[in-house]
């Protein structure tokens, strides 16, 4: 069985690129993570 880290977003790109940060620095590998967008305009998708 498989984790499932699931990140909502709006025009918040540094706090995202922070959680990224973090869910990617944990030692348990065995996740997929998903980012979902409600249609940032502050580059948070191109990022």
Do not use: C, H
């Not at 977003?9 to 869910?23: A, C, D, K, P, Y």
């Not at 996740?31 to 967008?37: A, L, R, S």
């Amino acid at each position: 069985m498989k984790l499932s880290i699931i990140t909502v977003n709006l025009n918040n790109r540094e706090g995202l690129e922070r959680t990224i940060q973090s869910v990617i620095s944990q030692t348990f590998t065995d996740f997929e993570y998903i980012i979902i967008d409600g249609g940032s305009t502050d580059g948070s998708v191109e990022s």
